[in-house]
C-alpha cells in the first residue's frame, strides 16, 4: 500500500487465545473483507493482549500463525491488508506505556470486560488485564485509524481510546486522530451465540462449548449442529426473547446463504427443528470447506506465511513509529 492512496484507515486486533470460530468469522472477519478495497487496513494478532491471562507458550506460538493463514484464506489478501502480529511492532509496548500515563483508575475501573475477566480468573488478575484497554487505544491510536471495526462487547474500549486521545491532544495539541468503533448490525451474525447457551456469546477464548471452530471438520460441525440447543416449541421463527437458540441458527443460516428471516420461516415451516439444524450445518461446512482447505495448504508453507508477517511488521512498524516519535518529542523525551 503506497501512501499516496491515502485512504482512511482500520486498525482491527484479534487476541490468539483460542482457535477462530464461527463467531470471529460473521462477527470480524467477513467484515475486515468486505472492508480491505477501501480501507488502509491494518489487522493485527494481539499476543501482548493474549497474555493478560495465562496461555500454554506452543499454543500460543502455533495460533499465532493458523491465524494468519485463516485470515488469507478467508480472503484478507496480504497485498491490500497489513496482516501483523502486535509484538513484533515494539511501538504498542512503548505507546501502550505512556498511555497508561494518560489512562485513570477510574476509567479502567469501571471496564466491564475487567470485572468480568476478573470475576471468571480470581487467581490471576493481574495488572495488565486491569491496563489493557491502554494498550488497545495505544495500538488504534498508533496508526491514526479513523474506524475500529470490533463487536459490541468492545464498544466500551473504543470510546476509553477516544477519551484517552482527546485527553492526550488536549495537553499537547493534535497528535491523534480520534477514532470511531464500526460496530456492524447484528442481524447480519455480528453477534453469534454459543450454540450450547444462546444467551452467551459464542467465544473462543472460554469454551463453554457450543462453539463450531473454523478448522473443524465437517462431521464435528454438523454434530454441533444437531446438537444445538433450541426450545420445547417446533417452530421455526425469529424472536431473540422468546426463542434465542433457534434466532441464533437463523441468524447464522442467514449470513451463509444470505436468505431473509422471512424466507427462512417459510422454508422450514411444519417441518420441526431436525431438518433445519442440519440445513444450517451443511451451509457452514459448506461456506468453511474452501477456508479450512487454504488455511492448511498455507501452513504447509512457513516461507510465505513468514515473508507474509515480516513484511507486514515491516510497514506497520514504519507508520507506528512515526506516531510514536512524535508522541516523545510532545513529552519531552530527548531524541535519540
Ligand atoms: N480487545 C479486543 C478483543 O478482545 C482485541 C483488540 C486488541 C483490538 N487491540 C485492538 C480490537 C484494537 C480492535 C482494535 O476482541
Known amino acids: 500500500m503506497t501512501e499516496s492512496t491515502k485512504k482512511p484507515v482500520i486498525f482491527s486486533g484479534m487476541q490468539p487465545s483460542g482457535a477462530l470460530t464461527l463467531g470471529s468469522f460473521l462477527g470480524a472477519l467477513k467484515n475486515w473483507v468486505a472492508l480491505s478495497e477501501e480501507y488502509d487496513?491494518?489487522?493485527?494478532?494481539?499476543?501482548?493482549?493474549?497474555?493478560?491471562?495465562?496461555?500454554?507458550?506452543?499454543?500460543?506460538?502455533?495460533?499465532?500463525?493458523?491465524?494468519?493463514?485463516?485470515?488469507?484464506?478467508?480472503?484478507?489478501?496480504?497485498?491490500?491488508?497489513?496482516?501483523?502480529?502486535?509484538?513484533?511492532?515494539?511501538?504498542?509496548?512503548?505507546?501502550?506505556?505512556?498511555?497508561?500515563?494518560?489512562?485513570?483508575?477510574?476509567?479502567?475501573?469501571?471496564?466491564t470486560q475487567f470485572k468480568d475477566k476478573s470475576a471468571r480468573n480470581t487467581d490471576n488478575i493481574n495488572a495488565g488485564l486491569f491496563t489493557?484497554?491502554?494498550?488497545?487505544?495505544?495500538?488504534?491510536?498508533?496508526?491514526?485509524?479513523?474506524?475500529?471495526?470490533?463487536?459490541?462487547?468492545?464498544?466500551q474500549h473504543?470510546?476509553?481510546?477516544?477519551?484517552?486521545?482527546?485527553?492526550?491532544?488536549?495537553?499537547?495539541?493534535?497528535?491523534?486522530?480520534?477514532?470511531?468503533?464500526?460496530?456492524?448490525?447484528?442481524?447480519?451474525?455480528?453477534r453469534v451465540m454459543s450454540l450450547a447457551d444462546p444467551t452467551r456469546k459464542m467465544s473462543k477464548s472460554e469454551p463453554t462449548g457450543g462453539c463450531v471452530y473454523l478448522m473443524d471438520k465437517p462431521e464435528t460441525i454438523l454434530k454441533s449442529f444437531k446438537r444445538a440447543v433450541t426450545d420445547s416449541d417446533a417452530e421455526v421463527r425469529?424472536?431473540?426473547?422468546?426463542?434465542?437458540?433457534?434466532?441464533?441458527?437463523?441468524?447464522?443460516?442467514?449470513?451463509?446463504?444470505?436468505?431473509?428471516?422471512?424466507?427462512?420461516?417459510?422454508?422450514?415451516?411444519?417441518?420441526?427443528?431436525?431438518?433445519?439444524?442440519e440445513a444450517v450445518g451443511e451451509s457452514v461446512i459448506e461456506r468453511f470447506r474452501p477456508i479450512r482447505e487454504q488455511a492448511e495448504a498455507l501452513l504447509q508453507d512457513k516461507t510465505y506465511l513468514t515473508q507474509v508477517y515480516t513484511e507486514a511488521a515491516n510497514h506497520a512498524a514504519y507508520t507506528a513509529n512515526k506516531t510514536l516519535r512524535k508522541v516523545q518529542k510532545k513529552l519531552g523525551f530527548v531524541a535519540k
Not at 480520534?178 to 447480519?188: D, L, Q
Not at 424472536?239 to 422471512?262: A, C, H, Q, R
Open 132 to 155: 489493557y484497554p491502554a494498550l488497545m487505544a495505544a495500538d488504534i491510536l498508533l496508526y491514526q485509524a479513523n474506524l475500529v471495526p470490533v463487536g459490541d462487547d468492545q464498544r
Open 41 to 111: 487496513c491494518y489487522y493485527c494478532i494481539v499476543d501482548l493482549h493474549a497474555i493478560t491471562t495465562r496461555q500454554e507458550p506452543a499454543d500460543l506460538r502455533r495460533r499465532c500463525l493458523e491465524q494468519i493463514a485463516q485470515y488469507i484464506a478467508c480472503g484478507l489478501d496480504p497485498a491490500k491488508n497489513t496482516l501483523f502480529i502486535q509484538s513484533h511492532v515494539p511501538a504498542h509496548s512503548e505507546l501502550g506505556w505512556i498511555l497508561n500515563c494518560y489512562t485513570m483508575f477510574g476509567e479502567l475501573s469501571r471496564m
Open 238 to 277: 425469529y424472536d431473540i426473547k422468546e426463542k434465542p437458540g433457534v434466532s441464533n441458527l437463523m441468524s447464522i443460516y442467514s449470513s451463509t446463504t444470505g436468505k431473509s428471516f422471512e424466507t427462512i420461516e417459510a422454508e422450514f415451516a411444519g417441518q420441526g427443528y431436525g431438518a433445519f439444524k
Open 158 to 190: 473504543v470510546e476509553l481510546a477516544r477519551d484517552i486521545a482527546t485527553r492526550f491532544n488536549g495537553v499537547h495539541g493534535d497528535v491523534f486522530t480520534i477514532p470511531e468503533a464500526f460496530i456492524p448490525k447484528t442481524t447480519e451474525g455480528a
